[in-house]
């Protein structure tokens, strides 16, 4: 389990919608949660020096507003009963996301917690940016989130899934999303849901077979039940549409992936069933055996 919960903040009540999410985790797994933030460093025109001591003002400025900005957040997870610890650091002039992904990795075992939009500097994040390059380029877990278009009041809100689901295919990597779906299952109570996806009928029983071995092995470290389903059609898209019949679900998943900041191989369907599904996934990279 995660010793590290690692929440990426802006300033922005739309990156701020991760935190009942991040919340959650670090309760549930006993995580430290530590809220972290990159003050991007402007741009400066080479020889003109009074323009280069503006720079460094501004600098100073956003770094004061950064500051203040997460202290308040401090101050409203402690009134609400959580611990978290913040850090601003200046851009070291690589991109956000990089930044990001070294500061996740110094740590083992921590999980990004990160919402899919959000305002930095005079861009914007959305999934093909930061949070995109995050899910390319780190080794660490992410825990990615859809905020609402309409923030909530309160900026730590409670949240709790109700089902853990697991999209497996038969594969050892995809098996590899089991021990973190179970433990987070089992630490909060939830029940478990398996799901399958093949291309045709005459793969069905075979399916249900396999799925039905899997849920014996791990029943007995799920208290609140295991339940499993196989499904027909696009692997994403039966994925994407079986969340949606079912409320509060937490998607665990693996993907494929290289070591350390290289890119992720990310499979399709992993990173179609993040990019549609309103529902926060928890990815996996599949280390290799």
Not at 57 to 81: C, K, V, Y
Not at 135 to 157: G, K, N, Q, R
Not at 233 to 260: C, E, Q, S, W, Y
Request: charged residues 20%; glycine residues 8%; proline residues 7%.
């Amino acid at each position: 389990m995660s010793k590290r919960v690692l929440v990426p903040l802006d300033g922005s009540p739309l990156a701020q919608q991760i935190l009942p999410y991040a919340v959650w985790l670090a309760r549930t797994t006993g995580a430290a949660l530590e809220l972290f933030r990159v003050v991007e460093t402007p741009m400066a025109v080479d020889g003109e020096a009074a323009y280069g001591d503006y720079v460094i003002r501004i600098q100073a400025l956003a770094r004061d507003e950064a500051r203040a900005a997460m202290e308040t957040t401090g101050r409203a997870l402690t009134d609400a009963g959580v611990a978290a610890t913040s850090t601003v650091v200046d851009s070291d002039g690589s991109p956000i996301a990089m930044q990001i992904g070294r500061e996740a990795e110094r740590i083992p075992d921590t999980v990004i917690a990160v919402s899919t939009h959000g305002r930095s500097g005079v861009g914007r994040w959305l999934l093909g940016s930061v949070t995109d390059k995050l899910l390319h380029i780190t080794s660490c877990p992410l825990f990615v989130v859809h905020p609402s278009d309409a923030p909530s009041a309160t900026p730590v809100a409670s949240w709790r899934p109700a089902t853990v689901l697991v999209p497996l295919d038969g594969s050892p990597v995809a098996e590899r999303a089991l021990p973190t779906a179970v433990a987070l299952a089992g630490n909060a109570s939830l029940r478990v849901h398996l799901v399958r996806v093949v291309a045709d009928d005459d793969e069905v029983p075979a399916a249900r077979q396999a799925l039905a071995g899997q849920v014996k092995e791990i029943a007995s470290e799920v208290p609140s039940g295991v339940t499993f389903e196989v499904l027909r059609g696009d692997p994403a898209g039966a994925l994407v549409a079986a969340a949606k019949l079912m409320p509060d679900n937490l998607i665990v998943m693996t993907t494929h992936g290289r070591g350390g900041l290289e890119r992720w191989m990310l499979g399709s369907v992993t990173d179609r069933v993040v990019r549609y599904s309103r529902d926060p996934v928890f990815v996996i990279r599949a280390r290799p055996s």
